[in-house]
């Protein structure tokens, strides 16, 4: 059964730094281009950080550029996102899942961060 469960979620003061993990099952962890994404009520899902196979293409949205980090640790089938400088517009449930929707699985319930003083 494939699974994703992301977790490091949390409260945050605006220039804070958290960091996310994302952990699989039930698939072949280092077979796909992974990436994080981010949702808002009433937005659509927007693709935060992506890694490559074997993670030497590396691309991150304009708004996280040089704040956030994207990593993954095809040992542990686990998917990283350090996030520093914390801005409140990067308030959004965070979702991890792989970069192309036809290879997209089964989404995992995501894991909240809130910035604000």
């Known amino acids: 059964q494939e699974k994703i469960v992301e977790s490091g979620g949390g409260l945050v003061q605006p220039g804070g730094s958290l960091r996310l993990s994302c952990t699989t099952s039930?698939?072949?962890?280092?077979?796909?281009?992974l990436a994080w994404y981010r949702q808002t009520p009433g937005n659509e899902r927007e693709l935060v950080a992506s890694?490559?196979?074997?993670?030497?293409?590396?691309a991150y949205g304009d708004s996280v550029r040089g704040r956030f980090t994207i990593t993954r640790d095809d040992a542990n089938d686990t998917l990283y996102l350090q996030m520093n400088n914390l801005r409140p517009e990067d308030t959004a449930k965070y979702f991890c899942n792989t970069q192309y929707a036809n290879f997209y699985k089964p989404w995992g319930q995501g894991t909240q961060v809130t910035v604000s003083s």
């Open positions: 039930g698939f072949t962890f280092s077979f796909y281009a």
């Open positions: 890694t490559s196979i074997g993670g030497r293409r590396i």
